[in-house]
């Protein structure tokens, strides 16, 4: 039977409704008998106590705000009657214990991937097209136009099924698609294909951090190898790029084609030399197959996006799970979202297995934080109208509630954006709390799998690693299952517990690692790249 209501840790002075609870109604938890005051939204949270102005707002066992006015026991919290407030962060106070979870039945775990020749495993086989400056953009279209329709054949969807149907008078219903066989003419390696709008107009550090970021694009063991476009007279030139690779992987032996259009001549010309290269570089990629791997190979990112008020209950602490059983085995995790780690720092830091990643932590925090303020905001904005509607009223809380995605390993290295992840263990890795600003540096920075959480859902992807979308409730799962891949409303529910939701979503993961399966987000071809541009345009 579903409980009605919970309290995430012993010490939070709210409590969560896990389903509406009408004016009146009378509730017991933990010994205690409490009556909604007004009608409660599942997901939001009300008073355990009553609050005076001024009085901390206490969940997760972190202060999440504070009451801005009385709050009388049993009445909902929301944005008029609580602000946003977090914990001051003193440095390391204490080094956090860890006891690690039973691994047994993981630790001897393979799945199937694409070795590299530098000792990283792959979990998909990608020649990647990217442009070094927005001004290619048209022609890595171009490119991506003839390759698929030759590679690919592709077939008409139902939409444009629909759409002929229309023209012709026909029916106005959608049409079937027709079921259709691999055509592909290549079947071990995918062809996929970047856009932006930076490498240039911005300032040089800008420039330089998306060659850093291609270059992890590029070092990422799921691509085998890349056709680069430039133009020649841009900020981020091509040594600038192959710099930045040569130091990521100074023996880099995969395949790399450079045209730049200001040497090539016609775009008739380097079209021409492009396709044939390339053409060669994906041939001998397809003969790259599979192979067992052990699981440590695994480089998983961790998010979330389109969050809600279940999110740092179920979804969160599930991911948080399946991060605690990698690094005890000796995989690599990566939490990122900055923004959504505000209130939750001290508890980082003190996690940190060195105290110069703690020192490095804060000062991301604090230089993140100045430039957001800078611009007219700040952190207790990043809550957006959606989380606020579904619970989510402090970015406290909606931080604490994200931090659940990282566990309670202990943290071996703090990342900077687009620094590649190498030590076994939990990573932090600076991004923004932008769903695909997040996902975009992740990969970058060697994720070969990015499990994202959402209450509302989002159908974003990536373009070279699966996004295994994570739902924090059976109410979303069931009313966008093309986008949810997963589902941890169950938690909710009482269904599965915590560790047995954990123990069902990596045995997916490695379903997915192996191309067993392919996520939502990869059936639907969302292969979204947005750079995370720290700077203006000039």
């Known amino acids: 039977m579903q409980k009605k209501v919970l309290k995430v840790n012993p010490k939070d002075n709210v409590i969560v409704a896990l389903l ?4 009146g109604e009378s509730v017991h938890l933990d010994g205690a008998d409490y009556t909604v005051v007004k009608d409660i939204k599942a997901k939001h949270k009300f008073a355990a106590v009553d609050f005076e102005d001024g009085d901390h707002i206490i969940m997760y066992g972190v202060i999440v705000g504070k009451a801005n006015q009385s709050i009388k026991k049993g009445e909902v919290i929301t944005t008029e009657n609580v602000k946003h ?7 390391k106070t204490e080094t956090l214990g860890w006891t690690p979870p039973n691994v047994d039945k993981w630790k001897d775990r393979t799945f199937n991937g694409y070795h590299r020749e530098d000792g990283q495993v792959g979990t998909e086989n990608v020649w990647l ?11 890595i279209e171009t490119l991506k136009d003839i390759f698929e329709k030759e590679l690919l054949h592709d077939k008409a969807s139902k939409h444009q099924l629909l759409l002929r149907s229309l023209l012709n008078g026909g029916a106005t219903d959608v049409v079937e698609e027709e079921k259709e066989e691999d055509t592909r003419i290549f079947k071990n390696i995918d062809v996929r294909f970047i856009t932006h709008q930076g490498g240039c107009g911005g300032i040089r550090q800008d420039a330089e951090a998306l060659g850093r970021l291609f270059a992890g694009y590029v070092n990422n063991p799921n691509v085998a190898g890349a056709t680069v476009l430039s133009l020649g007279c841009q900020n981020l030139q091509v040594q600038i790029f192959m710099d930045a690779l040569h130091a990521l992987a100074p023996n880099n032996k995969k395949p790399i084609v450079v045209y730049e259009q200001q040497k090539s001549g016609t775009i008739d010309e380097m079209l021409t030399g492009v396709i044939k290269d390339s053409y060669e570089g994906i041939k001998q990629a397809n003969n790259i197959e599979r192979k067992p791997a052990p699981i440590t190979k695994l480089n998983i990112g961790l998010e979330c996006g389109g969050s809600d008020g279940f999110s740092g209950i179920s979804a969160n602490p599930v991911l948080g799970e399946v991060s605690d059983i990698m690094a005890a085995v000796g995989g690599k995790t990566m939490l990122a979202e900055f923004p959504e780690l505000c209130g939750v720092e001290q508890e980082l830091v003190n996690r940190c297995i060195n105290d110069e990643d703690g020192v490095k932590f804060l000062q991301l925090m604090k230089d993140f934080e100045k430039s957001v303020v800078a611009a007219g905001s700040g952190f207790d904005m990043n809550p957006s109208p959606g989380n606020i509607k579904d619970g989510l009223i402090t970015d406290a809380m909606k931080s604490a509630g994200a931090a659940k995605k990282g566990g309670a390993a202990p943290i071996v290295e703090v990342l900077d954006f687009t620094e590649y992840a190498t030590k076994p263990g939990l990573n932090l890795l600076c991004t923004p709390g932008n769903d695909a600003e997040c996902t975009t540096a992740l990969v970058g920075s060697g994720a070969t799998v990015v499990l994202f959480t959402t209450g509302l859902g989002t159908p974003m992807g990536n373009p070279i690693s699966p996004v295994v979308k994570i739902s924090s409730n059976t109410v979303l799962a069931e009313k966008m299952p093309d986008i949810i891949d997963f589902n941890a409303g169950t938690v909710i529910s009482g269904d599965k517990t915590i560790p047995e939701a954990a123990d069902e979503l ?20 969302q292969n979204d790249f947005i750079p995370w541009r720290r700077g203006v345009s000039l």
């Not at 509406?20 to 004016?23: F, I, K, N, Q, S």
């Not at 407030?85 to 440095?91: D, I, L, R």
């Not at 990596?506 to 071809?525: H, P, Q, R, W």
């Open 20 to 23: 509406d609870l009408p004016a």
């Open 85 to 91: 407030q977090s914990a001051k962060v003193e440095g």
């Open 129 to 139: 097209f990217f442009p070094l400056v927005f001004c290619e953009n048209k022609n």
């Open 506 to 525: 990596l045995e997916y993961i490695i379903k997915v690692a192996s191309g067993e399966v392919k996520t939502k987000a990869d059936l639907l071809n």
